[in-house]
């Protein structure tokens, strides 16, 4: 993922891509979990994977939010629309900070683990980063249940340049629980127009798998909660559990 030109060379545009409009209702989901099931005093989160920092944009308005994430260049966009958030360099898979959260949220960027392995590793450092008492929230892009083909695009203009994003879901052909999105580029700007893509891979487990890795993570009263989107997009599922001891 961290040498994606999703996150890296095109880094910039994500908040014109994805604006963090898209992202209140998600934040509102998440902000009534931990609101609902954190029973520890401190109003921190943690948000692994947070990218370009759309989704932090919503939740620092109510607590104090640290971003991590992989790809320095989506860190740098963040800082820039979260200057009073704290922002760490770092894998969800390994990352030890020395303190403890009310709560930890790993967003769809989650998806990007395809293997068991690399969820209950990222699993363990949310339970590490969880205060007793805290929760972890995990909200991957498609459960095996939802899943389904699509295919998108979406533009944006900076007054100089402009892009143009396509993005086509599939079925991964050598995996049942993987699927990938070719994602296609244009560039536009006073020096010509480029065109490429990149693939991107992703993990598809179950809502049950889900569940077990997170009980075996040491999560307990563990749920997953499903939600419609008003957006026309699959059914989305969220997933949690809180650290007793």
Do not use: K
Not at 45 to 56: N, R
Not at 105 to 111: E, G, L, N, Q, T
Request: aromatic residues 10%.
């Amino acid at each position: 993922m961290e040498h994606l030109d999703l996150y890296n060379r095109l880094a910039a545009w994500w908040p014109l891509i994805s604006p963090p409009e898209l992202y209140r209702e998600e934040a509102r989901r998440i902000a009534h979990i931990v609101d609902t099931h954190a029973r520890c005093r401190q109003r921190s989160i943690l948000i692994l994977g947070g990218g370009g920092g759309c989704l932090a944009s919503w939740l620092r308005r109510r607590r104090n939010v640290t971003i991590a994430d992989i790809s320095l260049p989506m860190l740098q966009v963040s800082r820039r629309l979260n200057p009073g958030c704290i922002h760490v360099l770092g894998d969800m898979r390994t990352l030890r900070l020395p303190r403890r959260y009310a709560a930890v949220v790993i967003p769809d960027s989650v998806s990007y683990l395809r293997t068991a392995a690399d969820i209950v590793a990222a699993a363990r450092t949310a339970l590490w980063h969880c205060a007793l008492g805290g929760v972890a929230v995990f909200q991957p892009e498609y459960v095996a249940e939802t899943f389904r083909e699509d295919r998108y695009s979406a533009q944006a203009s900076d007054g100089n340049s402009g892009l143009t994003l396509t993005r086509t879901t599939s079925r991964h052909p050598g995996r049942e629980n993987g699927y990938y999105s070719r994602f296609e580029y244009v560039l536009t700007s006073q020096n010509g127009t480029e065109q490429w893509d990149e693939i991107h891979e992703f993990g598809l487990a179950a809502i049950a798998d889900w569940l077990s890795i997170l009980e075996r993570s040491g999560f307990r009263d563990v749920q997953a909660l499903r939600y419609e989107r008003a957006d026309g997009l699959p059914e989305q599922v969220s997933f949690f559990g809180v650290r007793r001891e």
